[in-house]
């Protein structure tokens, strides 16, 4: 593939895909049979050399193995009749890849869960992994950036830099849009240094 990464301007040194999954989720344990999947992507592509954001993106996922819970639309406000629309897991894998070029790109999410859960649902599916493995922990380096002891939820991490919190907290498209906002305000720091 032509990125360029010889000449200095390839897209792929300036672009990334932050990423943030809902996945089923209960009160307590899951009910006997049914395990955490993912429901819905977010995906925001920003321009680290511009310093924007400059797509947002939403893929809602149809589980296999487990319905949504109340206490999952309420976090999440996705309803079951919802993410039965979606997309099966493996197709919502080669959209990311195919659209959104999850495998060649670098990417980020904020903690790891994000990067485990894709991680282990393909090994549970059979799905092929949509990403590459420049995969960076934005909450990591956003707990190094500002000399914190613990690392912080996105919404806390987005009151200690002074931003906004929008749209809906567990919406996936927003919560990525969100730690996006917080990935620029690490590379206006200097600090925003992703994985080789």
């Known amino acids: 593939m032509g990125s360029g990464t010889g000449s200095g301007t390839g897209t792929g040194e300036r672009l990334l895909n932050v990423v943030d999954v809902e996945a089923t989720c209960w009160e307590g344990q899951p009910p006997p049979g049914q395990v955490h999947e993912i429901i819905e992507i977010g995906l925001t592509v920003v ?6 954001r400059v ?11 487990s319905e949504v819970s109340p206490f999952c639309t309420e976090l999440t406000g996705l309803t079951q009749a919802e993410v039965d629309g979606g997309l099966t897991f493996a197709d919502a894998c080669r959209v990311l890849a195919a659209e959104h070029r999850t495998g060649l790109l670098p990417w980020a999410s904020w903690g790891d869960y994000d990067r485990k859960q894709f991680t282990l649902q393909c090994q549970r599916s059979g799905a092929e992994y949509p990403f590459g493995h420049r995969h960076t922990n934005a909450k990591a380096v956003f ?3 500002y000399g914190l002891r613990r690392r912080p939820g996105m919404a806390q991490a987005l009151e200690l830099a002074g931003l906004p919190l929008e749209g809906r907290h567990h919406r996936g498209d927003d919560d990525a849009w969100n730690i996006a906002a917080l990935v620029l305000d690490m590379a206006g720091r ?3 240094k992703p994985e080789p």
Not at 55 to 65: D, E, Q
Request: no cysteine.
């Open 47 to 52: 321009d680290l050399r511009a310093g924007e």
């Open 55 to 65: 797509a947002k993106h939403r893929l809602l996922v149809r589980p296999a193995r």
């Open 143 to 145: 707990t190094t950036s």
């Open 190 to 192: 200097g600090d925003w």
